[in-house]
Structures are given as C-alpha cells and as structure tokens.
C-alpha cells in the first residue's frame, strides 16, 4: 500500500499478514453455501495516515496492526484459539484471584449492526442480533442498552451478523 514510501525504514511481519489472509478466506456458512470468513469491499476515499489507514481496514476483521518498538509491522487477529494459559491451584499464588465486575446496568444487551447493502441499490442495512446477544430478560429489568456495531467493508447480510456476534 506504498507504506514504505513514507516510511522507509519500517519493515512489515509479512508471515502475520499471510496468517491473517489465510484465516480470513477460511469458507464459513452462509445461509444456503459459504463464503470467506471476511471481506473487505468499501471505497477509501478519504486521505488518512497510511498506518491508520491500515488499523481501519484490519479492524474490520478484528486485527490489530501495531508497532513492536523496533521499526517492524505485526498483525494479530482477535480469533478463537484455544487457551494458552490454564489457571489451576498449582500456578495461581495463595492470594487467589482479584475479581472485578461492570455494573449490570451498563452491560451492552441489545446489539444491531449496519452494512452497505448491494441488493438495497448500495444504502445502508441494519439487523438486530439476536440469540446470544439479545437479552430479553436484563432488556425487561435494566432496560434497553444498545450498541449500535458498524460492519465496516461489508456488503453480506451474514458476515455482518457474524461480525457483530
């Protein structure tokens, strides 16, 4: 993306990079077939910082682009991995653990998402999450707290529910 014209001594970890597009083409199920995990198709047509510019498009894929002190580029991508630390009675110290909670009344229960629909001639679309997002119960006693999520380069219905979730 011509990074290293304004930065020539920045080096980019293309193995991460390579890591991240193959996790993202990974195929997931759509409705009646599948698609790649995510996409990315929105037109950039405001000038930005190339490393911000960068941190807009990762982060439609929940990526992290960051700098590690030492003039190189990583990507990490917030993907469901299994754990690599356990927490048994051997490795935790006899003080325990220091539990701290948020205050129920401010706890999200309530998500919708909006994305550029291709089949509404290209405006905007919104879904409301429901399932595992979707807290009828806390939204009867606490009432509703939204969070209004942007699926940012999205143009699919399900990528963006999928985002969203």
Not at 20 to 33: E, L, R, Y
Not at 42 to 71: Q, T, W
Not at 102 to 112: A, E, G, K, Q, Y
Not at 120 to 125: F, Q
């Amino acid at each position: 993306c011509g990074l290293a014209a304004h930065y020539p001594h920045i080096d980019v970890n293309r193995f991460d990079f390579y890591e991240a597009a193959k996790w993202c083409d990974t195929p997931t199920t759509a409705g009646s077939g599948t698609q790649p995990r995510f996409t990315f198709n929105a037109v950039l047509n405001e000038p930005r910082n190339a490393l911000e510019m960068l941190s807009y498009v990762a982060g439609s894929f929940n990526a992290l682009i960051y700098d590690d002190m030492s003039g190189r580029i990583h990507l990490r991508v917030d993907r469901d991995d299994p754990a690599s630390q356990l927490f048994t009675p051997e490795n935790v110290s006899t003080e325990g653990f220091n539990y701290t909670y948020t205050d129920i009344s401010t706890r999200v229960n309530d998500i919708s998402v909006a994305f550029v629909n291709p089949d509404l001639d290209w405006n905007e679309d919104r879904r409301r999450i429901t399932g595992v997002t979707t807290d009828e119960a806390a939204i009867a006693k606490h009432g509703r707290i939204p969070l209004d999520f942007i699926a940012v380069g999205c143009t699919n219905e399900y990528a963006a529910i999928r985002g969203a979730r």
